[in-house]
């Protein structure tokens, strides 16, 4: 039998070890009641009588009450600064009728948190947040039970505030969740599931929280993986090759002993040297002389949109409708254009690391990922290790954007802490960061768009080459359209991956420059054309939201500018209007203000929606203006921010950010959704102020320049 855990088949084996490290988990704990939750159909105490292994599968959420009236609330979820810690907190809080103050959150944590196969896609909110609410509820009723239990009255008489059970209308009765769980060690779970609060009787859900790690982060008490240190630790630094994808031939290390205490770690193509001070190891690791076999492919910056065309011939059509012929008869204009994309870094502030030490034969390790169930399969794989042999604890993450999926430096710290048999950290240099994180690939876009006389969209033609298909549902109401997907990971110089909305940044831009370029061409307002043109709906509504907000018929300055972008992203619609001026000299862009609204259905925490969509959006205008990566074949030309820009203060405009009122839907995705708008509405504005149109981003003072009407 091969249970499934999400998407990932494993071994009944692997299975059992997960359901043992469960087993093991409810030993450790006190006193206190566990509150298990199962989205099947079976209790999960029924499923695990019935077929343990299956049951734990679907033991996706837990709460522990503590004999001190504190929550445990266990997430296989990480932060990573996008604030989820204090967004599930608020939920649980909402249910169990607590204070949030009173939620410690235990996240990805391989030995104590349910399994989850990783942080990203804006899918926290959206997933976690439901089985974490019913969890609460059902803790709640379970409680409430209990305490009617010791009060001697119907469970229907009680309410619950902060944590107290009161008698209705006699508060003198009462009893707190620490009393009822003192002396307890109770694990329940209810066949018939609570239903959840309403947006009505919200207390806590709706309410703006400033994020509970908030303090820690600033005043320096929050802990990253690069701030564990372990009594006989070394610090690793590797030798690297400048070609991405060489082999190791040869190895010198003769100068070594220049070193004392420096060992040489060699494993296959990893060549590495440890010692107790990090800067000797770094200093002796430059002096071991490897020699590389290095691939040769001749294409670069300037050369990778035509390498990608000429190159990828397989596609797959994503969305059809009508007919391309039929849309073209009907149309009395029509307009191609490319549009054009590069690589981007994902430039967190904290470059990869791991700290790990082994204890016989088991493996500790806290990693910067966003995956720390699939680091610990990838380690236990590698090492050939069983997987209840290889624990990741919780840790902070100094953002991910996608970048930490990969976990290249937990399994080369793993190998080298079994190597040198002793504890080990390795820190990522930014230079090993740029070069072996897979950037946002280089990606293509061929757009062709048909109108009548009317200005109604007949025809849209869209190619895509490595941006992916996420999010290019149309969400204009165009009948005849065809969109296809051009891909080969293969055909890139370096690795390629996932980075804040993968490849929604690069399609809208091309799908709102070119929804732009159709308006003007028929000397119709962009905004108007757009209302003319989409179907009714959320994006309609939210468009309408933030014109209203920006104030679009507000008169512009002498060479500012004003653009629109829509897209959708993880469940949400998105709105974004910006304005600029653009020095007609230079072709320098000064961001005045943006207006960003969204539809994310309900709005848990306000002001965490307000800062993932400022951080979004400021993170966008890095690569929209400044953000790309110069290469010759795998050699890397930019290496770190000396040579990588990104937004400063000075660049940063105002920005506002309004929500439509939903907070009976359930909750969509906030983290991503804002930055995919950024590059077409700055690309739309700076054509506005100075009548640049630039296809390719960054949009760049010099391509600015080079586009300005003669």
């Not at 073209?328 to 990869?352: N, R, W």
């Not at 910067?368 to 050939?384: E, V």
């Not at 179907?535 to 004003?562: D, V």
């Not at 929500?659 to 590059?679: L, R, T």
Request: net charge neutral.
């Amino acid at each position: 039998m091969k249970p499934t855990i999400t998407n990932e088949v494993i071994s009944s084996d692997m299975a059992l070890a997960l359901l043992n490290s469960r087993r093991s988990f409810l030993k450790k704990l006190g006193g206190g009641i566990i509150v298990a939750f199962s989205m099947g159909k079976l209790s999960i105490l029924d499923s695990w009588a019935q077929n343990p292994e299956v049951a734990m599968l679907n033991f996706n959420a837990y709460l522990r009450v503590k004999e001190d009236g504190r929550v445990d609330c266990y997430t296989g979820k990480i932060e990573m600064g996008q604030g989820v810690g204090t967004s599930l907190a608020q939920v649980v809080a909402e249910e169990l009728e607590v204070s949030i103050f009173s939620i410690d959150m235990i996240m990805g944590d391989t030995e104590l948190c349910p399994y989850d196969d990783g942080t990203w896609g804006s899918m926290t909110t959206r997933f976690a947040d439901p089985v974490l609410r019913a969890a609460a509820a059902e803790a709640r009723i379970i409680l409430i039970g209990l305490a009617a239990e010791q009060l001697k009255v119907a469970p229907e008489l009680l309410e619950v505030k902060e944590g107290i059970v009161y008698v209705k209308n006699d508060i003198s009765r009462k009893i707190s969740y620490a009393e009822l769980t003192k002396g307890q060690k109770i694990i329940q779970t209810l066949k018939d599931k609570p239903a959840i609060k309403k947006a009505k009787d919200f207390k806590i859900i709706g309410t703006p929280i400033i994020r509970l790690d908030a303090e820690a982060k600033v005043t320096g008490k929050a802990k990253y993986s690069g701030d564990i240190k372990l009594p006989g630790m070394v610090y690793a630094s590797i030798v690297r090759p400048t070609v991405f994808g060489s082999k190791k031939r040869s190895v010198d290390a003769s100068k070594l002993v220049e070193f004392e205490g420096a060992k040489l770690i060699e494993d296959g193509n990893l060549v590495a040297v440890v010692h107790p001070n990090s800067e000797i190891a770094y200093a002796a690791a430059q002096k071991v002389k490897v020699t590389w076999d290095s691939p040769e492919l001749k294409v670069n910056q300037d050369t990778i949109f035509k390498y990608l065309e000429n190159t990828i011939k397989d596609f797959r059509v994503h969305q059809e409708g009508g007919n391309l012929a039929t849309g073209k008869t009907l149309s009395e204009t029509v307009i191609e254009s490319d549009y054009l994309d590069g690589y981007k870094a994902h430039a967190s502030i904290e470059t990869h690391c791991a700290t790990c030490f082994f204890e016989g034969d088991k493996l500790t390790m806290w990693a910067s990922s966003q995956s720390p169930f699939g680091t610990r399969k990838r380690i236990a794989k590698t090492l050939n290790m069983p997987l209840e042999k290889v624990h990741l604890k919780q840790i902070l993450l100094g953002g991910g954007f996608g970048g930490k999926i990969s976990d290249n430096q937990a399994v080369e710290a793993a190998t080298i802490a079994k190597m040198c048999g002793k504890p080990v950290q390795l820190i990522w240099s930014r230079r090993e960061e740029f070069m072996f994180v897979g950037f946002r690939p280089a990606a293509l876009m061929k757009v062709s768009s048909g109108v009548d006389r009317n200005g109604k969209l007949k025809l849209w033609n869209f190619d895509i080459y490595c941006a992916g298909t996420r999010g290019t549902e149309l969400f204009y109401n165009v009948e005849n359209n065809h969109t296809r997907m051009f891909d080969d990971e293969s055909v890139h110089p370096f690795d390629v991956g996932a980075w804040r909305a993968p490849g929604n940044n690069s399609t809208t831009f091309a799908r709102e420059s070119h929804i732009d370029v159709t308006a003007y061409k028929l000397g119709i307002d962009p905004l108007q054309f757009r209302l003319n043109n989409l179907k009714e709906g959320k994006m309609l509504a939210t468009l309408q939201l933030a014109a209203k907000t920006f104030g679009w018929e507000k008169p512009k300055k002498e060479g500012h500018g004003y653009g629109i972008a829509l897209g959708e992203d993880a469940g949400t619609s998105v709105a974004l209007i910006a304005e600029v001026y653009v020095d007609k000299l230079n072709g320098i862009v000064q961001p005045i203000r943006v207006v960003c609204a969204q539809d994310m259905g309900q709005v848990v925490n306000p002001h965490g929606a307000t800062i993932q969509t400022e951080g979004g959006i400021t993170m966008g205008l890095g690569y929209a203006l400044y953000e790309d990566i110069e290469f010759d074949g795998g050699a890397l030309k930019t290496t770190g921010f000396d040579n990588y820009e990104i937004t400063r203060f000075s660049k940063t405009p105002s920005i506002t950010c309004v929500f439509i009122d939903k907070m009976d839907a359930k909750p969509e995705g906030g983290g991503e959704p804002a930055i995919i708008c950024v590059g077409g509405a700055i690309a739309n504005a700076v054509f506005d102020a100075c009548g640049a149109r630039v296809n390719q981003m960054p949009i760049t003072a010099e391509r600015i320049i080079a586009a300005m009407p003669k």
